[in-house]
């Protein structure tokens, strides 16, 4: 009779151990941030460090700020990993780059201007001008500081005080930032005063018989870029065609949002600003996820065409206007899925659209005057 086995007296048979990792996936942890500094804000930092690089060298008298801004908002080109060559952008990274930065200056260049004419008659500011440049990228940054900047110029006599002081803790700040980036130095030289102006629209020839631009059009232009702008201060990126459907298919509810979100800032309700921009962003980031599929590659292949204009903002304006315009679908599918037999229907689109872009270009110009 077989006996039943006494598993006491088993020997256990060890498991095998697990075979060693190659080399190659034993990839090192990354490395803390340097003392006083973010892990996340010194990367926006050096994004920002080479976008300013990139365009100063290709002739824009860009300001520090203004690709810090661009860096928060995803826009700035990424810095290459530690010991490799940099990559200059692709075209159309270049073009919205471009687009994004002619933005920012219509907007804030104003703004800009007059804090550093206030400045200019402060004592005990920061030096050297590297180190204060670097100061003032983190006070403009975020569109939330731009209204404490505005009371700053507006009553230069009774927040003189104030504002130097802001300025030297802002340095404080900012010296970690600026000595992990060496050997990389902020260039100053050749730094304008004012921040550096919008590009003009080109001028449209003479036509008497030229329509005028809708009003109902620029209104919506208008708003959509306003609400862009402060979605932009919060940290929640939008492109204007997003802003633009947003204003067109929701006019009034997005007003009294933008009004609500305005009211909160003055109040310097922060935490209010941010809840009331998230709702808002949560509508146009339904809008992208539901045409996002179809616009992108409308917009690439828009960039692509020999009809398309250098001017950024005119482009900008036009897909804006074609994404927006009934019966977009009934072409602009069409082409992109077989080009050559739809590109005459789609051009001329497209060149109605670049017509009435630089009608609503002057107009919004016209406007901010």
């Not at 803390?32 to 690089?53: F, H, Q, R």
């Not at 082409?335 to 659209?353: K, M, V, Y």
Request: hydrophobic content about 40%.
């Amino acid at each position: 009779m077989n006996r039943p086995v006494d598993r006491s007296r088993q020997r256990a048979i060890p498991e095998p151990a697990p075979p060693p990792l190659p080399p190659s996936s034993l990839k090192p942890p990354d490395p803390p941030p340097p003392p006083g500094t973010d892990a996340v804000a010194l990367a926006e930092v050096k994004n920002a460090a080479v976008t300013y690089d990139f365009l100063r060298k290709r002739g824009d008298p860009t300001q520090f700020w203004e690709t810090l801004r661009l860096a928060r908002s995803k826009r700035a080109i990424p810095a290459p990993p530690e010991g490799e060559p940099f990559v200059p952008p692709a075209p159309e990274m270049e073009a919205s780059i471009v687009t994004e930065l002619d933005f920012i200056r219509r907007q804030h260049a104003p703004l800009v201007r007059d804090l550093r004419r206030f400045l200019k008659q402060l004592p005990g500011l920061p030096e050297p001008a590297d180190r204060l440049e670097m100061a003032l990228a983190f006070l403009l940054a975020p569109t939330r500081e731009h209204q404490a900047v505005a009371k700053w110029v507006a009553e230069p006599d009774k927040h003189g005080a104030k504002a130097a002081e802001k300025i030297r803790s802002l340095a404080t700040i900012t010296d970690p930032y600026r000595e992990a980036l060496k050997p990389w130095v902020l260039e100053t030289s050749g730094m304008f005063e004012a921040a550096p102006a919008a590009k003009p629209p080109p001028k449209p020839a003479a036509a008497p018989s030229r329509p005028a631009a809708d009003p109902e059009t620029v209104n919506a232009l208008r708003l959509a870029s306003h609400c862009r702008e402060v979605l932009c201060g919060v940290y929640l990126d939008a492109d204007l065609w997003e802003a633009l459907l947003l204003v067109t298919s929701q006019p009034e509810p997005t007003r009294e949002a933008l009004d609500q979100i305005e009211k909160a800032a003055e109040a310097e309700k922060l935490d209010e600003v941010e809840a009331k921009a998230e709702v808002l962003f949560k509508k146009v980031a339904a809008l992208r996820s539901e045409h996002g599929y179809w616009v992108q590659p409308l917009k690439e292949a828009l960039l692509r065409e020999k009809s398309t204009p250098q001017d950024p903002v005119i482009f900008e304006i036009a897909l804006g206007l074609t994404v927006v315009a009934p019966g977009v679908s009934s072409w602009a599918r069409p082409w992109l899925l077989d080009p050559e037999p739809n590109a005459q229907e789609a051009l001329a689109q497209w060149s109605r659209s670049l017509q009435r872009a630089e009608l609503c270009r002057s107009a919004l110009t016209r406007g901010t005057k």
